[in-house]
């Protein structure tokens, strides 16, 4: 809380609020552009300019028992500067979600919400963070994944014995519009079943289609259940224009193409080859056949089609642009993209991406890759349903 021997004004107070979100919102950017350029001193020294200046707001302002975290961020892109550390996406998560808690416990520190973390824990991670730096490749891994894990326990650590076991994570509710607690099951049966999609045996068999292909990587385990629940979940919101029934039959088969390529290549970390980024960009086309042998499902063909089409025409097959794009796809573009970010980069490090992360890479991509209508509606419904999952 602020210190209540020199109380500020409400217009000093209002200031630092502005000032704060600034530089909050300064450093998610620039922290999504070091990943496309880590070894941007500008950017690192923009950053650590950043959170120096709200460190220093957070003195100013009485809320000095707030920086240990922000000073342990600090001395974190200090190392980076020097070249004693490597900028990486690791080091980019745990900074994004330790800037992420900072802003919600100047929220609780203003507003008298509840602590996040006690005394004891807060100095743990302070120490985790801090001695990141000095620790070896190994050792380093592990303390930056111990740190996480106290920032937001909800990310999920393990062997990839335990990725094999991995669910649909469960999700704690949030809040409609009406109050009431958004709760969308898990199970894809009962996903239908909430959304009202009729499962016969045409979508039952595009279902059982899509296990085999999830079955080819420990790290696509439960995926088709994920995208349906937030998929159905935007065309809910949206107001349905989409049939429920057709925009599942396209998430059940939007990659069943991928079934047909070298899980070597799927999972390569470096840029794929010619030949390799020509199999890969020929799988929508696939499912795209696969679904147009039967007219009904015309909708849910196009779509699967286009789900890799981005809204500047940028994209595959056909470099489509905005309204060229039918709904379907624009949705599917965005599910698989989220779905990506929070989970099938779990091969590389065994850790699943923070929430905030895979919000923020979505919006960023507004209006190039997705269209910005679409983005909003996702945006609502991962607010009603993850709100407070953390």
Partial sequence: ??????????????????????????????????????????????????????????????????????????????????????YDSLLSDLILISMDRTKQMVDAGIHGGDNLYDINTMNTLCQLITSIAESDNEDRAASISRALLLLDPSISLGTAQHAKRETVPKVKPGRGKSGSPVIIPEADGDILRY????????????????????????????????????????????????????????????????????????????????????????????????LSAGRRWEQAALAVLQHHEKVDGTGYPHHLQGKQICDGAKILAIVDTFEACTHERAYQTRLKRPLVRAVLEINRCSESHFDPEWVEIFNDVVRETHQNAA
């Fill in 1 to 86: 809380m602020s210190d209540s021997n020199h109380p500020l004004d409400p217009e000093a107070m209002e200031d630092f609020f502005n000032d704060f979100r600034e530089a909050h919102q300064t450093s998610e950017n620039i922290l999504i552009d070091l990943e496309q350029d880590p070894h941007n001193k500008e950017l690192l020294n923009a950053l650590f300019r950043s959170i120096h200046t709200i460190k220093g707001n957070l003195v100013y302002v009485g809320l000095k028992d707030l920086t240990p975290l922000i000073q342990s961020v600090e001395d974190l892109l200090d190392a980076i500067r020097r070249q004693q550390l490597i």
């Fill in 195 to 290: 959304f009202h999609v009729d499962q016969d045996n045409d979508l039952n068999f595009f279902r059982s289609l899509a296990k085999p292909l999830e079955d080819r990587s420990l790290y696509w385990q439960g995926r088709s259940s994920r995208m349906l629940r937030l998929a159905l979940a935007m065309n809910a919101k949206a107001g349905k224009p989409i049939e429920a029934e057709q925009l599942a039959a396209a998430v059940y088969l939007h990659d069943i193409g991928m079934a047909f390529l070298p899980l070597e290549m799927l999972h390569k970390t470096s840029p794929l080859n010619g030949e390799e980024l020509e199999n890969l960009q020929s799988h929508p086309g696939i499912g795209f056949q696969l």
